[in-house]
């Protein structure tokens, strides 16, 4: 299974574009890069998956480039309700999740 | 569509007892996932079940099993409950397919005393 590395924390301001890069230097070729968010007590929510180039949903915008060894979340002007974990995981051929350390994200006023 | 649930949300138990956590899928899913979070250890797959089978497994001991029943709920059990053992158990469920979207419940709080 792939690893990810991710920075452990990071601070931003309201209104700000906030965006978290992730590393997966050993991803397997049919593996999607996946994006969860988590909130104290509950369990993660999916935010954002994609495999190459870029993809952007209602919430957020994921970066991936040719070689696929890295991955970039970014969140458009954030708001306090943001602040959260931030897990990037691949998932493929391997039907369980692989969570590692993951962002945390502190928005501030 | 109603989402994940899981029962009970806060159990308190004591060394060497045992524990059942239960968990209903989304309607149509048919694969459910359990996962163990603690502080130190961070999210870590327990074992996973599509159509009442067993179709992949962490790394955690024989104490840690679980089921699934026709109508693709699933319950855990622990058995001979440690103090390392309290955590926040989630479940999540999905379609089944690789790579796919996983919805995840609540969480079930284990204390174990």
């Known amino acids: 299974l792939a690893k990810t590395t991710q920075p452990i924390s990071m601070d931003s301001y309201e209104g700000q574009e906030v965006n978290i890069t992730c590393s997966h230097n050993?991803?397997?070729?049919?593996?999607?890069i996946t994006w969860y968010q988590q909130f104290p007590s509950q369990g993660p929510r999916f935010i954002i998956q994609?495999?190459?180039t870029k993809v952007t949903n209602e919430v957020a915008s994921l970066f991936i480039p040719a070689d696929r060894k890295s991955s970039t979340l970014s969140l458009p002007r954030v708001s306090l309700s943001d602040t959260a974990v931030y897990y990037c995981?691949?998932?493929?051929?391997?039907?369980?999740?692989?969570f590692g350390s993951g962002t945390q994200l502190t928005v501030l006023p | 569509k109603a989402g994940v649930t899981q029962t009970p949300r806060y159990l308190i138990k004591t060394r060497g007892q045992q524990v059942t956590l239960s968990c209903s899928p989304i309607?149509?899913?048919?694969?459910v996932s359990w996962y163990q979070q603690t502080p130190g250890q961070g999210l870590q797959f327990l074992f996973e079940?599509?159509?009442?089978?067993?179709?992949n497994k962490g790394n955690f001991p024989g104490r840690f099993s679980g089921r699934q029943f026709s109508n693709s709920r699933s319950e855990m059990n622990v058995s001979t409950l440690e103090l390392g053992d309290s955590a926040l158990y989630l479940c999540a469920s999905s379609l089944g397919q690789e790579g796919g979207e996983q919805f995840f419940g609540p969480g079930t709080r284990l204390t174990v005393l």
């Open positions: 994609g495999y190459k």
């Open positions: 309607s149509g899913h048919r694969s």
């Open positions: 995981l691949p998932a493929g051929s391997a039907r369980q999740l692989t």
């Open positions: 050993n991803i397997a070729t049919n593996d999607y």
């Open positions: 079940y599509f159509s009442e089978t067993q179709r």
